[in-house]
């Protein structure tokens, strides 16, 4: 079976930058495209970006160019998203999520909690 | 970029009720829409894909429908387990994804 698993909960202040990361077991990470998604508190899913993890190739959504990077580490089967220059918006669960064939995404990290605050 | 909405935001229903929720997109995306049902602390589960797959494990009161720009998800005699919220997601304007509003279910 396949299981995602996510780095711990994170508080950062304003300005700085966080790196969650995202570990996969019982597949290949190069197989598939990978996804991270985020949700604010009470709010619905919001994409950042796609990376595919054979040769490190990304997209980012628009609102995300430019404070944003997504790695991968081969040899561990982690993922990493690293967001920078945090304002309080950026307060969200951060999801990677496996993007086993078109439209079929799972499964989900069980999330990572960032909170931005002064 | 593709917009889903979705309605309604939120409904109340009984155990053995019938339920739709639907998903509408801005622009024709075939059939490449998921829904998933999300218990609040949660990560998402896949329910369906490819608007009518039934996800592996999925139990089969859950349906789905649709194609182009409209689609439906459908529970069939709701569960207790099955009050949460429920979302739509489309792939088909690949890399990006785009999701619904999101639908309450509560008791």
């Known amino acids: 079976q396949v299981h995602l698993v996510q780095s711990g909960a994170e508080v950062k202040r304003p300005g700085t930058s966080v790196k969650v990361s995202c570990k996969i077991s019982?597949?290949?990470?190069?197989?598939?495209?990978m996804h991270w998604v985020r949700q604010a508190p009470g709010q619905g899913l919001q994409w950042m970006g796609m990376?595919?993890?054979?040769?490190?190739?990304?997209s980012y959504a628009l609102g995300f160019q430019g404070r944003i990077a997504m790695t991968v580490d081969t040899s561990r089967d982690t993922l990493y998203m690293e967001l920078r220059n945090l304002t309080l918006s950026d307060t969200a669960v951060y999801y990677c999520?496996?993007?086993?064939?078109?439209?079929?995404?799972?499964?989900w990290g069980q999330g990572t909690l960032v909170t931005v605050s002064s | 970029a593709v917009q889903m909405t979705q309605s309604p935001a939120s409904l109340s229903a009984s155990v053995g009720d019938r339920i739709t929720i639907t998903c509408r997109a801005s622009?024709?995306?075939?059939?490449?829409v998921a829904w998933y049902q999300q218990i609040p602390g949660q990560a998402p589960k896949l329910l369906i894909y490819e608007a009518y797959r039934l996800q592996s494990g999925v139990p089969s009161r859950f349906s789905g429908s649709g194609s182009g720009t409209d689609f439906t998800l459908t529970i069939n005699s709701l569960q207790p387990e099955d009050f949460a919220t429920y979302f739509c997601l489309q792939d088909f304007d690949f890399p990006s994804l785009s999701f619904g509003g999101g639908t309450k279910v509560e008791i």
């Open positions: 999520v496996r993007r086993f064939s078109s439209s079929r995404l799972y499964p």
């Open positions: 019982g597949t290949t990470l190069t197989a598939f495209y």
């Open positions: 990376i595919i993890p054979e040769g490190g190739g990304t």
């Open positions: 622009q024709d995306v075939r059939e490449e």
